[in-house]
């Protein structure tokens, strides 16, 4: 049972091919499990990933972290900036 919102972050750096509209592969994947009592909570959550990931610099810091405490830092940051 999922007692709070979580999130996991894939990364490829050569990206997949994932049948896009665009036949653009997939840099990054992102999985966010919530309670299913709260599904307000899953969709703010949902509404800040995208946020996040439609700023190309993000996008780029993301692509190029190599360690998961980059990433955190960098998902922390534009936490903070919301």
Do not use: K
């Not at 091919?17 to 919530?34: A, G, R």
Request: hydrophobic residues 40%; charged residues 20%; negative net charge.
């Amino acid at each position: 049972m999922i007692s709070r919102v979580a999130a996991t972050v894939g990364r490829s750096a050569h990206g997949i091919d994932f049948s896009s509209v665009d036949s653009q592969p997939v840099f990054i994947v992102v999985l966010l499990l919530s309670p299913q009592s709260q599904p307000e909570r899953h969709l703010q959550a949902m509404n800040a990933v995208y946020q996040s990931l439609q700023n190309d610099m993000f996008r780029r810091f993301l692509r190029q972290s190599t360690t998961r405490r980059a990433i955190e830092e960098l998902l922390d940051e534009a936490d903070e900036n919301a």
